[in-house]
């Protein structure tokens, strides 16, 4: 068939079933995999008695599925050249079903360990093949609405993962937060099944395993994997004064610098690097990293601001969460359909970081140890609504003048780059507030004493205190010491986390002007590429 005919075919070509029934089922499949990745958090303690095993090793089942997704994610794109987008789509559903059944049947932290890495493997294919199926499912103008959908899978899934792996752990047993996959899964398995079709660009856009890039996997691998065990597992080895964390650091280097330098200069790549010759695409990618990077850090940090300085459960510090989540979810259609059509795409990003650093800095005056659970759900509420004013304008205008041909191998760089945003993002912040607490401690160190008044009158406050509680002058002195000392390391705590919040607003407000690279459209571009 010549290249007119092939133009022809592709110009009249529609999916079949419709298209928002396809972006549905394809949302759930990532929805659960999304969920998994932060459900398991809450549910680590409960699985680390199980397998018998400490905390801090059974912390490597979050590890060994960042990694295994992590490596996959780029090369998602070749790996459906290969066998077929939709039957790679449905292998990594099916995998993923089963992988999650073996993880709620583990005995050994070992087990665990292997089944998570095959869990992350298969979950790798399904964000990037999701979002490439629904770019050629709808034509570019209504883009806009479809990334809505997903947006809500995205922003929505982290929020109420900790919440509901908090209940199921806590009402029945931690292995249903793996076997709630199945159901779900199987759902999915059979609506894609049924609905979803390989366009036939993507039909005629074949690769043969002998084609396969070797090198530039291995590059990858070695790239992405070590960058994922250096970023997950840094706060716990401290960082660089650990060997292995500096080892792996390396290793990232090497690996990524040689990805980069081979993916750009071989013949057959296993990942398509030309897609970020595209402008629109380029600058959407270095978007999506601040999105990822403003999302998961401002999802660690308010739970655990709640949980270890304020003595919340687990599911009360994931119930601050959720009313944002559901707060992104009506905002998000009301942004794509009254804001998108009729203001430059460019204008509204900007706007969504703007209201972003805002809240951020508004997160840090209200951040004191008489806190309330309402004040922290405001705060939360206020951080991502700025997400509203993002991920869609972003993922839209990222693709509009994308040749449709590469939607594949860029939708596994997109989705790559704003998970890896998202662990450096929760990196950063976990290991901020620590650097943080440690530095106000040593300043605040200056006023413990006697020559200071101000001590001097706490003193007495609690000794009033004390007193009336009916203890003796002989326990008031044993017990004062350690009581002034749990408040001073809580006020070093507490001025950490309102410094780590300005910091996150000075890099929201650093990003804005980046939205000025794109091109000044408006809704879902100029036609959403050739090809």
């Known amino acids: 068939m010549s290249g007119a005919a092939h133009h022809a075919e592709d110009a009249v070509w529609r999916p079949k079933a419709n298209p928002w029934l396809i972006a549905v089922v394809v949302t759930i499949a990532a929805f659960m995999e999304i969920l998994d990745t932060t459900i398991v958090n809450v549910s680590l303690p409960h699985i680390a008695g199980s397998v018998s095993a400490s905390y801090d090793d059974a912390t490597w089942t979050l590890t060994s599925y960042l990694v295994a997704n992590g490596i996959v994610l780029p090369i998602s794109g070749f790996i459906g050249r290969v066998i077929g987008r939709k039957r790679y789509f449905l292998i990594c559903i099916a995998g993923f079903v089963v992988c999650s059944f073996l993880c709620g049947t583990a005995t050994s932290l070992g087990q665990m360990v292997v089944f998570r890495l095959m869990q992350g493997f298969f979950g790798g294919g399904l964000q990037p093949n999701q979002q490439a199926i629904i770019l050629d499912t709808f034509e570019p103008k209504k883009r806009g609405a479809a990334f809505g959908v997903v947006a809500i899978a995205v922003i929505f899934a982290p929020a109420i993962g900790p919440t509901l792996g908090g209940f199921l752990t806590d009402s029945y047993s ?23 079709e390989d366009p036939p660009w993507v039909k005629r856009d074949k690769a043969r395993f002998g084609d396969t890039d070797w090198i530039g996997l291995t590059l990858i691998a070695l790239g992405i994997g070590c960058l994922q065990v250096m970023m997950d597992r840094g706060e716990d080895e401290d960082w660089f004064s650990s060997g292995f964390i500096v080892m792996m650091a390396a290793f990232a280097v090497v690996g990524i610098i040689g990805a980069i330098v081979w993916l750009t200069t071989t013949d057959k790549p296993i990942v398509r690097l030309s897609v970020f010759k595209d402008r629109n695409f380029a600058v959407g990618t270095v978007m999506i990293t601040g999105v990822g990077a403003v999302l998961y850090s401002g999802a660690v940090l308010v739970p655990q601001l709640a949980q270890q300085q304020l003595g919340y459960t687990a599911t009360l510090a994931g119930l601050i969460l959720s009313p944002g989540a559901i707060a992104i979810v009506v905002l998000i259609p009301l942004v794509g359909k009254f804001l998108m059509p009729n203001v430059q795409t460019r204008l509204i990003i900007a706007f969504g970081f703007l209201l972003i650093g805002l809240s951020y800095f508004y997160s840090s005056l209200i951040v004191v140890p008489t806190i309330n659970f309402g004040s922290l759900v405001v ?11 993002l991920f869609v304008p972003v993922s839209t205008i990222a693709y509009t003048t ?113 939205a000025f690279l794109f091109s000044p459209t408006k809704g879902g571009g100029r036609g959403g590429g050739g090809h």
């Open 174 to 196: 931690w292995r249903w937060i793996f076997w709630i996959n199945i159901p779900v899964g199987l759902i999915a398995f059979f609506a894609v099944m049924t609905l979803v």
């Open 379 to 389: 705060a939360r509420i206020f951080q991502v609504l700025g997400l509203a004013f």
């Open 402 to 514: 994308l040749p449709r041909s590469l939607n594949n191998d860029a939708s596994s760089l997109f989705v790559m780059l704003r998970n890896i945003a998202g662990s450096i993002g929760i990196s950063l912040a976990t290991a901020g507030v620590t650097e943080r607490t440690q530095t106000h401690m040593a300043y605040l160190q200056h006023y413990m004493t006697p020559l200071w008044a101000p001590y001097n009158e706490l003193q007495q406050q609690l000794r009033g205190a004390l007193t009336s509680l009916g203890y003796v002058s002989g326990q008031i002195s044993q017990m004062l010491p350690a009581q002034i000392n749990e408040m001073f390391i809580k006020q070093a705590s507490m001025l950490a986390y309102r410094d780590l919040f300005v910091y996150c607003g000075v890099a929201a407000f650093c990003v804005i002007p980046l």
